[in-house]
């Protein structure tokens, strides 16, 4: 799969939003600009797409590490130019005159003249002039461009060809580096400038093998002398002939000056058999030594169209804690290989979803569940809650909230923490709760056998008729799976539009009734023309069902209950069928109402949803044992949370059941919280402590 430019870049964008918690600035960005299948979700996935894995572990020793990859990006830029300006400042003034003194004397009659002792001295010189060049550039500039870093390692190989010949001959150095100066003001018209356009037309002439000038006739004529020679020698140094011949072909080719050309290639010809195969040993473990680098560099850096960008997560452990719990909590953070089946949402099934949602397709979603994601509060000591923006939504926030806690307080094995400390999650573990909570709300509605996940992008339909858009169904693409680790993989895959975006109720919901599916619920509910959301943007209690016990039932009692309506006729009232795990107390109980059932009074765990004033909220406790001790003095605490309520501190209610106290009739009944009347209806008489908290009316 190809990389797309666009949404390597999108993708360093939000990455860039998120690490800085531009939350509503990400928002308007999946709104005007929408990510796709191929948007790379995944931060690691990212460095890599990118090439950044070395600046960002460089990044991470220092001593103020940045925090987005597009400021370690920018900062790379901005001081690489400061060292290629520096450098060029620096080193390119001595090598300029360096490479015109070189070309001066070599073309200068004064140099042809002089003896070869001489010249030798002068290149030698050069050449360690050169060295100190190179290792100046090397201690004063970590990092070098890919030009400036050639262009050394080209010279670099000429010095040292140069040398080994002084150290053949065994002249030593003769001309001074001063000497510099002559050569290049005898000749200043002789100035020579080779362009990388002409080294590398050069180069495409020589491979071709359209070789001109005295060193391409000499390494010819080498060439045909060798070949002569293989029918002479064993085996083993054919092959040594060859893979020398290998690597050569590999490696970059040098001009030099003609007259230096014309020495190098005398001295070839004039070194001995075991000296010219000294030689090519050297050579070959230098050409092998480059191999390998090349290689290893090949295998650090991975394709990028091999790359499955589109099934990626933002794996965010940069935090200290972060780091610790990932090594106690099992998270599966790798990226799976397969894809999954989806569907793009079409104009019929959106219909029928907002016939079901509201009763008419003319209807939209209000502003307050357009703009409510799954964001947790950052205070201390709530860490585990869901914070609810305005009214509307919290039975969504109150049931998936009711199974976050469930897996962060009793399924959770794996965590250290115990009692308190496991209400101050870690940002790894809260998006591992919040996954397994989704996933099983979904499982759970389809029957334990499929699911379907709902995830926002891009339009697939124009609405005609009588449906009125809004741009949001029509952006909608379906993912079914029959497994409910595919699901937890699909939902890690997309957590971000969940726990960062704005549509996390309405994706939720569409998600719970497509697995569902809408003609099951419409078979759930007592009244198929019922809704799943009423008056002003609530909850109905068929959502909350839905959410809770899998099936969009209208009533809270337990099973179905038949009542006579006359002339033979019976009216059938469907219940809660087997016992749930979280549970539901209601206000409605008290006034006598309706009646709880005890699957959902008696749940699986010590969590339930509270329904009170037309709002739903959460009450938990810690211990399994308050579920069994139903006949004896049982004194207990439970935690309460409210995301709607701007809640800034831990609510603790200490519950004390068979006791003799005062009895909460010394209480004006309309200075008695409705929270307490909640309670009651589980626990009958029990005396409420709000232990110093002010108690909510």
């Not at 450098?87 to 003249?113: F, G, K, Q, V, Y």
């Not at 100046?136 to 500039?141: L, N, V």
């Not at 356009?197 to 180069?203: C, G």
Request: glycine share 4%; charged share 25%.
């Amino acid at each position: 799969m190809v990389v797309s430019v666009e949404e390597v870049s999108s993708s360093l964008v939000r990455e860039y939003l998120s690490r800085k918690g531009l939350k509503r600035t990400i928002a308007c960005m999946d709104e005007e600009h929408p990510r796709t299948e191929a948007s790379i979700n995944n931060r690691s996935e990212l460095r890599q797409v990118l090439h950044m894995e070395s600046l960002y572990r460089k990044n991470k020793t220092q001593k103020t590490p940045l925090k987005t990859l597009l400021e370690i990006m920018v900062k790379h830029h901005l001081q690489e130019y400061k060292n290629n300006k520096s450098s060029w400042e620096d080193s390119d003034p001595l090598h300029s005159a360096a490479t015109l003194s070189l070309s001066a004397a070599c073309n200068s009659p004064r140099m042809i003249d002089s003896s070869e002792d001489n010249a030798a001295a002068f290149v030698n010189s050069k050449s360690t002039k050169l060295r100190s060049l190179i290792d100046e550039a090397s201690s004063s500039q970590p990092t070098l461009s890919f030009f400036e870093t050639e262009r050394l390692s080209a010279h670099n190989q000429a010095s040292s060809w140069i040398s080994d010949h002084e150290n053949h001959k065994g002249h030593p150095p003769l001309v001074s580096l001063q000497d510099n100066e002559i050569f290049t003001t005898s000749e200043p018209e002789r100035k020579t400038v080779i362009t990388e356009s002409s080294l590398k037309s050069r180069t495409n002439r020589i491979r071709r093998g359209v070789m001109a000038g005295p060193i391409a006739s000499t390494l010819q004529e080498s060439n045909k002398k060798r070949q002569t020679r293989r029918s002479e020698v064993p085996l083993p140094q054919l092959r040594k002939e060859e893979e020398i011949k290998n690597l050569s072909d590999g490696l970059s080719v040098i001009s030099l000056p003609s007259h230096l050309t014309d020495y190098m290639g005398a001295r070839w010809e004039l070194m001995s058999t075991p000296e010219r195969e000294k030689s090519e040993e050297t050579f070959t473990k230098s050409g092998k030594s480059t191999q390998k680098t090349r290689n290893l560099k090949s295998l650090a850096s991975p394709n990028a169209a091999d790359l499955c960008v589109s099934e990626m997560v933002l794996d965010d452990v940069d935090d200290e804690d972060d780091w610790q719990q990932l090594s106690k909590v099992s998270f599966q953070t790798s990226i799976p290989t397969r894809s999954y089946a989806s569907l793009p949402m079409d104009q019929h099934t959106a219909t029928e979803l907002k016939e079901v949602l509201f009763g008419s397709s003319r209807t939209c979603f209000s502003f307050e569940w357009r703009n409510q994601g799954f964001t947790f509060s950052e205070t201390h000591d709530l860490r585990y809650g869901i914070v609810q923006r305005k009214g509307g939504p919290c039975g969504v926030l109150a049931s998936i909230q009711g199974f976050f806690l469930k897996n962060l307080l009793f399924e959770n094995i794996e965590s250290s923490n115990t009692g308190l400390q496991r209400l101050r999650p870690s940002n790894t573990t809260r998006r591992k709760c919040l996954v397994l909570a989704m996933a099983e709300i979904l499982w759970r509605a389809g029957e334990e056998k499929q699911a379907t996940l709902a995830i926002s992008g891009r339009n697939h339909f124009i609405p005609t008729g009588h449906y009125k858009s809004e741009g949001l169904l029509e952006k909608i693409t379906c993912f079914t799976v029959d497994d409910i680790k595919d699901l937890q993989l699909v939902l890690e895959q997309h957590v971000e539009q969940f726990e960062s975006g704005v549509l996390a109720c309405v994706l939720l919901t569409i998600s719970a009734v497509l697995s569902r599916s809408v003609p099951k619920v419409r078979g759930d509910m007592d009244v198929p023309t019922n809704t799943l959301i009423g008056a002003h943007g609530y909850c109905t209690q068929e959502l909350v069902n839905l959410l809770l016990c899998g099936r969009a039932v209208s009533n809270v009692f337990d099973n179905d209950v038949e009542l006579d309506s006359g002339n033979g006729n019976t009216t059938l009232l469907k219940g809660v069928k087997s016992h749930c795990d979280i549970g539901l107390l209601s206000l409605f109980e008290h006034y006598n109402i309706c009646k709880v059932g005890a699957y959902l009074k008696d749940p699986q765990f010590p969590i339930w949803v509270v329904c009170s004033e037309s709002h739903f909220s959460v009450l938990f406790g810690l211990q399994m044992e308050l579920l069994t001790n139903e006949d004896q003095v049982l004194e207990f605490d439970l935690y309460y949370y409210d995301g709607l309520a701007n809640q800034q501190e831990e609510i603790r209610l200490t519950i004390s059941v068979g006791v003799s106290a005062l009895s909460s009739q010394d209480v004006h009944p309309d200075l008695t919280p409705p929270l307490e009347h909640c309670i009651r209806t589980r626990w009958k008489d029990a005396v409420v402590s709000w232990n110093d908290t002010e108690p909510i009316l």
